[in-house]
């Protein structure tokens, strides 16, 4: 097996100081976040932004703080998010990949988010997966393709099928979303033996699913996503930070004698340069 690359999601939309203090919502907090994560074991940082009351946000000055002081600090490749935020048009979507970030998260279908009062519809219209796809390849940015079930994975192969996405492709398997696939080892297996042969996947397991859904990427040749984006808790009333979920995900897989990569070894398994993205 490659090396494991371990990505933190450090703060999502969703979670607020309200949920969890250790929730990092500004550039300051956030770049802190990275340094820590980084030093416990983590190769990739996904980015999402908050302003001043805490809401998602894609206003590129945040964005770009909080980008660069990451970068300042930390050798992590650096994802920025273009979701999170409903009802953005594909430009505001789109609006913090002019940070140059090396990835960039690219979802490819629709999803009911059930568990949230009210529901919430998380909208990918072909239009503007396809404005995504090509933004990022124009800029030479990787996609994460965000697969929330199965046939979304069929979608991320119809991209690459049109040229809207360079192989190797990356996939992210997000398991046990209220709306999306139930995290099981049955469906893991079932959405990994989807991907195109030659792609690299990333598995994660939302709220107490994380730990099971992290040790079975492990031990099935996949890669880790971990974070407070996904989950709360280090264990049953137990509040997590970001920097312990690293370090868990790390003894796990020094437990299982798989070794983790380095933010420079995950970016020659995923076929990235060891710089960063074109600029706009």
């Avoid at 946000?57 to 909080?66: A, G, L, P, Y």
């Amino acid at each position: 097996m490659e090396k494991l690359i371990i990505t933190v999601a450090p703060t999502g939309s969703v979670p607020r100081k309200k949920d969890t203090p250790h929730v990092p919502v500004t550039p300051d907090e956030i770049a802190e976040t990275a340094y820590l994560c980084e030093q416990a074991g983590a190769a990739v940082i996904h980015v999402h932004c908050r302003d001043e009351n805490e809401r998602p946000t894609s206003r590129i000055e945040i964005f770009k703080e909080t980008v660069d002081k990451i970068r300042k600090r930390t050798k992590l490749i650096v994802m920025t998010s273009t979701s999170g935020i409903a009802g953005a048009t594909d430009p505001d979507r789109a609006a913090p990949l002019k940070t140059a970030p090396e990835m960039g998260s690219l979802t490819t279908g629709t999803l009911n988010f059930a568990g949230r009062t009210p529901s919430v519809v998380y909208v990918n219209s072909v239009e503007t997966v396809q404005f995504l796809a090509k933004t990022m390849r124009d800029l030479n940015i990787k996609p994460e393709i965000e697969a929330f079930d199965v046939g979304f994975i069929q979608q991320g192969k119809k991209l690459i099928e049109g040229g809207l996405v360079k192989e190797p492709a990356h996939f992210q398997l997000v398991m046990g979303v209220d709306g999306g696939i139930p995290a099981t080892l049955e469906n893991l297996l079932h959405m990994r033996n989807q991907l195109p042969p030659t792609a690299t996947y990333v598995v994660a397991g939302m709220a107490r699913m994380q730990l099971p859904m992290t040790t079975l990427a492990i031990l099935t040749g996949g890669h880790v996503r971990v974070g407070l984006e996904d989950n709360l808790f280090l264990k049953k009333g137990v509040l997590a930070r970001n920097e312990e979920l690293v370090a868990r995900a790390r003894h796990l897989a020094d437990d299982l004698q798989r070794e983790v990569a380095t933010p420079q070894e995950a970016r020659r398994i995923m076929g990235l340069s060891s710089g960063s993205a074109g600029h706009v």
